[in-house]
């Protein structure tokens, strides 16, 4: 029997870009910077939970900042839209992921995709759980990923040392009361869920959840609340790709995250979730094999909200109907 299309294409896709050597691997939390440079997997996970996958798909890595829309999440479903928009807004920073600025006027973070928001939600989010945020936060992202999922030892403890610059946000935040006290339980946390470890499929199946209206296609289940998902995916859109974003919406036009371990996550509306790992990152700390990925398939596939060949996503469809 003759390959499926999509299997075919990521395949063509590997091959072409494993010659991309652009980029440098992440230092600045002392772990990350071990990574083998040439790892390179994409996986791609259909609405009805068809996996097509290629490269190192298998290997592990930390999520990093591809966990801050499933966290934001949480936090929308269990404070709601009005308590959490108190505390983060929604606006494109224009800046750097861990840069140290608020909202002038609000002095909220700008948006839950930089550093700033994520804290902040981290620290809603153990306002509201206490001691066992950890242990929800992993139940929901697993039950989203279809597998168990736990968290890298050595990688929270890197960048627990290290997280100067994310304490010193933290600090800020408390200073204008965005924040709660105990800030440093919070931030532990939001280690901690930086460095859920997952592999490339793991992330295609949480995006793919995400595109299926926050039912995991794989396993049936019901993760997240149909209205946060849309909150959650508009993020991801105007925020997930850092100061690259508005440039992403214009050339992919697909919610995405990236992450700093390499990681990139996509969504397609009602059709699939895609995700890509490489850890040579660009100057915005995005994965530049990952970026070359998605910017193809949605060329190749007319991904793009706006492109005239997905009209309905008809073009990919008739693709997934094969
Ligand atoms: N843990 C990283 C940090 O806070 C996440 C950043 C990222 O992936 N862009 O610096």
Redesign the pocket.
């Known amino acids: 029997m003759q390959e499926h299309m999509l299997q075919q294409l990521i395949d063509s896709l590997h091959k072409q870009y494993s010659k991309n050597e652009e980029g440098e691997v992440a230092t600045?939390?002392p772990e990350l910077g071990k990574a083998d440079p040439d790892l390179f997997g994409i996986c791609l996970a259909t609405k009805d939970g068809r996996i097509f996958e290629t490269g190192d798909s298998d290997q592990r890595f930390t999520i990093?900042?591809?966990s801050k829309p499933f966290t934001y999440g949480m936090a929308l479903e269990v404070l709601g839209q009005e308590k959490v928009s108190r505390h983060v807004g929604v606006e494109p920073s224009g800046d750097a992921?861990?840069s140290i600025e608020l909202e002038s006027g609000t002095n909220r973070p700008y948006n839950p995709m930089v550093?700033a928001g994520a804290i902040t939600v981290s620290s809603l989010l153990y306002n509201h759980y206490g001691d066992e945020a950890l242990e929800i936060m992993l139940e929901r992202f697993s039950a989203a990923a279809g597998r168990r999922l736990s968290v890298d030892e050595e990688v929270y403890k890197s960048?627990a040392r290290t997280?100067h610059?994310?304490r010193a946000i933290a600090h800020l935040l408390l200073n204008f009361g965005m924040v709660f006290e105990n800030i440093e339980p919070a931030l532990d946390l939001?280690?901690k869920q930086?460095s859920i470890l997952v592999n490339c499929r793991d992330l295609a199946i949480m995006s793919a959840t995400l595109s299926n209206l926050g039912k995991n296609p794989v396993t049936g289940e019901d993760v997240y609340d149909i209205s946060c998902v849309k909150d959650m995916l508009s993020i991801m859109l105007t925020c997930g790709m850092?100061d690259y974003s508005g440039q992403w919406a214009y050339r992919v036009g697909i919610p995405a995250k990236?992450?700093?371990?390499g990681g990139v996550m996509a969504s397609v509306n009602r059709q699939l979730g895609l995700a890509s790992y490489s850890p040579k990152l660009d100057a915005r700390?995005n994965s530049c094999r990952g970026i070359d990925v998605c910017v193809s398939l949605a060329n190749e596939l007319g991904l793009h909200a706006f492109d005239c060949m997905n009209i309905g996503s008809s073009y990919l469809k008739t693709i997934l109907e094969q």
Not at 258 to 261: E, I, L, N
């Open positions: 600045y939390i990093q900042s591809i992921f861990n550093n960048e997280g610059r994310n939001y280690f930086c850092y990236s992450g700093v371990s700390g």
